[in-house]
Structures are given as structure tokens and as C-alpha cells.
């Protein structure tokens, strides 16, 4: 019988991947460490390793089970540098024309297996809640896609925290509990960590041979490779953070930089964890009386709504959704974001924390380096290229609706109604980072006024004639328009003189 190749990328490592339950007696897997992977974009050390690692142990846990699996390292002298040329090479080797693939979760990737001269056959990815059709349908004839309601229809499909047809405690959503600060609490659970194995460990010295110039810190590394650590890191989660995740999902510490997010979007998103098996075990949690509601729902929101519908956005919107530019803006990334210097507190802590960690929460990239990204004008497809390096848990299905569209608004509104902005005074609530920043997010003019105070109002009265008209952000503009005159050009002046800074790679 004339064998196929299985392809299983590096994002893909679940055992009952669809193109694995495709396969038939004398299949051969095909697994790959590749240079075109591992550097269309400036990839944190961290995320390569952890690919890599987990890409390594899946190949020998398939071998156990009886796979038949021909595995590429990166340094293998054969090594085609390409998925498109390993599996060429693999096809010759083993006399075989057809590849069965589970769909990438990438436009490029897609696009580079098409034009690949093998007989490629596509299966769809269903390691999620929503397939695209699902999605498709839902989406068809809206005019506007909104999560609240897409959410709704999740949690009525799946039954998750449902009681009947009513949601679980008497509300869909538990937003308004879920804003609170936080105080140091040395009794607060951190993430699992895990001690590198030898074969971890053969990977950790590769990529710090081979990536050690990108941006991000490669050890410590303390991430799960496999399912096993996987499902022990959501048991810890469940056990000792989920209660207390709702109250403070948004809040921002110096000293505590997980507070009680789960991190298991590194193993959802390589296919270690399923979505569903961790909504469901947050769903048990809550029905045994384990964690309060604000907590179970505000967790299974992220993963059954965010996710799913981040994704849905992706592929209904094309492989030219990561060009747009809504807002037109054309500055350049501050060095900032690569670890160049910078006296604002909350953008060094939360670069600092992401160049260790390969890291950052939700808030921390929506309302720090993304606000900041969005009220200096940069580029989206730079600051889109960042997120997509910087985060071990990046892969642009997921990324880029988050950046394109959620933080940096160049969708024009696909994915959120309005854009993400706020002055200093959002993250001095939020955060205790101010209290060591060289500027006063209490001043709004002047020498040590916060940046964000300035950039805000200079942001809103610059788009004035696409933001006006929304009816979400009426009460901004007419704050704006109390304000004293001389008030209102001094917050132009000085705004229009940071951005110069800026321009010229001056420190801010
Ligand atoms: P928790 O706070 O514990 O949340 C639980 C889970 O919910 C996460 O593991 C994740 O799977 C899911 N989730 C939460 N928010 C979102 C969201 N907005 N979209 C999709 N899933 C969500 N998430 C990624 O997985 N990969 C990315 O590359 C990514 N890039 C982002 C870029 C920007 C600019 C922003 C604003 C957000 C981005 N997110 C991304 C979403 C979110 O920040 C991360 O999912 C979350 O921080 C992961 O950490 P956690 O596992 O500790 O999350
Ligand atoms: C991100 C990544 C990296 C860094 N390296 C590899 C690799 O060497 N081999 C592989 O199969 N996959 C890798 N990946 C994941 C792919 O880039 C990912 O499958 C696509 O971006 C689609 O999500
Ligand atoms: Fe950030 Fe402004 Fe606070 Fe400094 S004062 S940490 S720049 S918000």
C-alpha cells in the first residue's frame, strides 16, 4: 500500500487532531523544526523553545502509541528549512504524493501548503467549540458582530454554566464584579512551573545557540511540554487561582505578575489542552460550590466567547485582514518595545515582564503597550508584528484580531465598537505602577504630566470626525469641548512635542 504523509505542525500537537484520525495503516507523521517557522517573525527564545520542546515530546509520545513518525530537528544537516520542502523531502524518501493536514491556523502557512506540488488534502480544525461554518452562519446578514451575543449562543449550545435556558446564577455576564484593584497578597497562588527534562534541556541550548539575539530572556524556563504538565498546570489553576480570578482579571501589580490569570493559553493554543475540557472543568468547579460565579463565568467567557470568536473573525475576514489601517497611522514602534530605555513606569514594567516572561496579561497588552501603540499613532502592522514575536501563546488566528482589531482599531470595528484608550488615571486605578514613575498621572499639563493624559485628549480631538458620531464616546467629546480653550491648546502643544521626541528616538 502506497503510504501518506500526516504533517503536524508545531501548534497542533493533539492527539486526536483530525489529521491524525484521518490516518490509515502505513501513514507516516511528518514533524518538522524549521527556519522558516521559527523566523518569519523575530519569535521571544521562550516561544521557540517551547514549541520545539513540546513538538520533541509529542513526536515520542506518537512513537509509543505506535506511530510511525520521521521528525526533523532544526540542525538536522537535511533540514529543507521549510514545511512545504520537508515535506517534499519526506514524500521522495517514503514514495508517497499525498499529505493530509489539519487546516493551519495561519493565511501564510495555508497559502505556502497550497502552492506546495503534493496533493495536499485539508481537514478541518476542529479543536474548537465553534467551527468556522458554526460561526459563518452565526455572522451571516449581522450588521454588527458582537461578542456579548455570540457568547450567549455558546453557552446555550454547550449547556456551560447554563440551568436550563437560563445562565447559571440569573445573569449572562459578571462583568461590573470583575474590576476591582488589588493589594500584594503573599498568600496569592502563582502559575505551575516545570523543571526542563534532558530533552527540554537539549532544546533550551539550540535555541539559545541559534535565537539568543531576539528579543526576550530564554532561562529560567519553567513552561509544561507536555499534555501530562499540561492538565497538572489546569488542575493547579482550578484548585488555587480560578476562585479568585474574577475580582481581579483586570488589575496590574509590580511584584505580582500573574495575579490569578490561568497561563494556559500556551497549552490551549500548541493543543495540549482543549478549550472545552478547560471550560469544563471551570463549569464543574462552580457547580460543586468550588468558585464563586463572578470568577467561573468571567474565565469561561474568555475561552468560550473571546477565543472562539477572535478565531471566527480570522478566517471570515482574509488573509488581508493584518494589512489594515483604519486610522491611517504610520509611526514607526518606539525602541521602547525592544527594551530600549524609557522613564513611563508602566511601559518598562510591562516590557520588562514580557521580555522575561514571554508574558503579559490581558490588561497589560490592551491597556499599556497597546494603549500606548494605538494614542501614538504606530503602525499596526508593526505593532502586530510585536505581539505576534513577543508572546509565547502568539499564533496570528488569535493575535491578530486581538491587535489589528481589539487594540489598535484598524479593522474600523469588526471586532470592538470603540477603541481601547484611556488616560494615566485607568491604570493608576488599576495598577500601583505610577507610584514608581517618574511622571504624575495626576498632572494633566505641564513638565511631569503622565504621557497618556496628553496623548488621550490629543487622540480623541484628532479623530474627531470618525469618533464623534459614535454614540459610545458622545460624553468624551463633550468633556472635551468644557474644557477651557488655552487648556485645550496647551494639551495639543505639549502632546505634538512628546510625539516629536518620539519621532526623533529621543527617551520618553
Ligand atoms: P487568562 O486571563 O487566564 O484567560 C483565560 C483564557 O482565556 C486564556 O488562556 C485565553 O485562551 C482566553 N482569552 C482571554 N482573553 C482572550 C482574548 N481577548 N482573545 C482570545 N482568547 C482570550 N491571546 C492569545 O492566546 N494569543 C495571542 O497572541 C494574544 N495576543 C493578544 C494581543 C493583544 C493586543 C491583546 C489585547 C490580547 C491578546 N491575547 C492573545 C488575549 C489575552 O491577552 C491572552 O489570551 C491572555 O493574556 C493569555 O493569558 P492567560 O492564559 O493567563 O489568560
Ligand atoms: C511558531 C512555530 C515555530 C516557531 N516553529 C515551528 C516549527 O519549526 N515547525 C512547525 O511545524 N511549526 C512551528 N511553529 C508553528 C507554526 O508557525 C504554526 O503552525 C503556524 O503559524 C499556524 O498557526
Ligand atoms: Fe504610566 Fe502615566 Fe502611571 Fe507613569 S504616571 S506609570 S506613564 S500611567
Known amino acids: 500500500m502506497v503510504s501518506r504523509l500526516i504533517l503536524v505542525l508545531g501548534d497542533q500537537l493533539s492527539s486526536d487532531l483530525s489529521a491524525l484520525r484521518a490516518a490509515e495503516a502505513g501513514d507516516v507523521v511528518v514533524m518538522a523544526e524549521v527556519r522558516d517557522e521559527a523566523s518569519y517573525v523575530p519569535h521571544h527564545p521562550k516561544k521557540i523553545a517551547l514549541i520545539f520542546a513540546a513538538m520533541r515530546h509529542f513526536a515520542e509520545e506518537l512513537r509509543d502509541a505506535g506511530w510511525y513518525v520521521r521528525y526533523t530537528r532544526y540542525d538536522d544537516a537535511e533540514?529543507?528549512?521549510?514545511?512545504?520542502?520537508?515535506?517534499?523531502?519526506?514524500?521522495?524518501?517514503?514514495?508517497?504524493?499525498?499529505?493530509?493536514?489539519?487546516?493551519?491556523?495561519?493565511?501564510?502557512?495555508?497559502?505556502?501548503?497550497?502552492?506546495?506540488?503534493?496533493?495536499?488534502?485539508?481537514?478541518?480544525?476542529?479543536?474548537?467549540?465553534?467551527?468556522?461554518?458554526?460561526?459563518?452562519?452565526?455572522?451571516?446578514?449581522?450588521?454588527?458582530?458582537?461578542?456579548?451575543?455570540?457568547?450567549?449562543?455558546?453557552?446555550?449550545?454547550?449547556?456551560?454554566?447554563?440551568?436550563?435556558?437560563?445562565?447559571?446564577?440569573?445573569?449572562?455576564?459578571?462583568?461590573?464584579?470583575?474590576?476591582?484593584?488589588?493589594?500584594?497578597?503573599?498568600?496569592?497562588?502563582?502559575?505551575?512551573?516545570?523543571?526542563?527534562?534532558?530533552?527540554?534541556?537539549?532544546?533550551?541550548?539550540?535555541?539559545?545557540?541559534?535565537?539568543?539575539?531576539?528579543?526576550?530572556?530564554?532561562?529560567?524556563?519553567?513552561?509544561?511540554?507536555?499534555?501530562?504538565?499540561?492538565?497538572?498546570?489546569?488542575?493547579?489553576?482550578?484548585?488555587?487561582?480560578?476562585?479568585?480570578?474574577?475580582?481581579?482579571?483586570?488589575?496590574?501589580?509590580?511584584?505580582?505578575?500573574?495575579?490569578?490569570?490561568?497561563?494556559?493559553?500556551?497549552?490551549?493554543?500548541?493543543?495540549?489542552?482543549?478549550p472545552m475540557e478547560v471550560c469544563q472543568r471551570a463549569a464543574e468547579a462552580y457547580a460543586t460550590g468550588k468558585v464563586a460565579i463572578n470568577s467561573a463565568e468571567g474565565f469561561i467567557r474568555q475561552i468560550l466567547g473571546w477565543r472562539e470568536f477572535v478565531r471566527g473573525i480570522y478566517f471570515r475576514e482574509g488573509p488581508e485582514y493584518t494589512r489594515r489601517n483604519r486610522l491611517n497611522h504610520q509611526r514607526g514602534l518606539p525602541a521602547l518595545y525592544w527594551g530600549g530605555e524609557t522613564k513611563m513606569a508602566c511601559l518598562s514594567y510591562a516590557v520588562e515582564q514580557t521580555r522575561e516572561d514571554a508574558y503579559a496579561h490581558h490588561i497589560q497588552r490592551l491597556m499599556v503597550t497597546g494603549n500606548f501603540a494605538l494614542l501614538i499613532g504606530a503602525d499596526p502592522a508593526e505593532v502586530h508584528e510585536w505581539y505576534l514575536s513577543v508572546y509565547a501563546d502568539a499564533f496570528e488566528w488569535v493575535e491578530a484580531p486581538n491587535t489589528v482589531g481589539m487594540s489598535q482599531f484598524a479593522d474600523g470595528g469588526v471586532v470592538g465598537s470603540k477603541p481601547y484608550v484611556s488616560s494615566g488615571n485607568y491604570i493608576d486605578k488599576m495598577s500601583d505602577y505610577c507610584s514608581g514613575c517618574a511622571y504624575d498621572v495626576k498632572q494633566k499639563t505641564g513638565e511631569t504630566a503622565c504621557p497618556f493624559n496628553l496623548l488621550y485628549w490629543q487622540f480623541m480631538d484628532r479623530h474627531r470626525e470618525r469618533f464623534e458620531s459614535n454614540h459610545r464616546m458622545g460624553r468624551i467629546y463633550s468633556t472635551w469641548d468644557r474644557m477651557d480653550g488655552d487648556k485645550r491648546d496647551t494639551i495639543r502643544a505639549e502632546a505634538g512635542r512628546f510625539l516629536d521626541r518620539l519621532s526623533k528616538g529621543e527617551e520618553v
Open 79 to 274: 533540514n529543507a528549512g521549510s514545511i512545504p520542502g520537508e515535506l517534499l523531502r519526506r514524500a521522495e524518501e517514503v514514495g508517497a504524493s499525498e499529505v493530509i493536514v489539519t487546516r493551519p491556523g495561519e493565511w501564510r502557512l495555508i497559502a505556502a501548503l497550497e502552492d506546495c506540488p503534493l496533493d495536499i488534502r485539508f481537514k478541518a480544525d476542529d479543536r474548537f467549540i465553534c467551527s468556522l461554518e458554526e460561526f459563518e452562519a452565526w455572522a451571516e446578514g449581522r450588521k454588527e458582530l458582537r461578542l456579548e451575543w455570540f457568547y450567549r449562543e455558546m453557552r446555550r449550545k454547550t449547556g456551560l454554566l447554563m440551568e436550563g435556558d437560563s445562565p447559571a446564577g440569573g445573569e449572562w455576564n459578571y462583568d461590573k464584579e470583575n474590576r476591582k484593584s488589588a493589594e500584594p497578597d503573599l498568600l496569592r497562588s502563582s502559575p505551575m512551573e516545570f523543571t526542563p527534562d534532558d530533552m527540554t534541556e537539549e532544546v533550551l541550548d539550540l535555541v539559545g545557540r541559534e535565537f539568543g539575539e531576539n528579543f526576550g530572556t530564554l532561562r529560567p524556563f519553567t513552561f509544561g511540554v507536555t499534555r501530562a504538565q499540561a492538565l497538572r498546570a489546569l488542575d493547579h489553576f482550578v484548585r488555587h487561582s480560578l476562585d479568585g480570578f474574577g475580582d481581579v482579571q483586570d488589575a496590574m501589580l509590580r511584584d505580582d505578575r500573574f495575579l490569578n490569570h490561568s497561563l494556559l493559553s500556551i497549552y490551549m493554543n500548541i493543543g495540549l489542552l482543549s
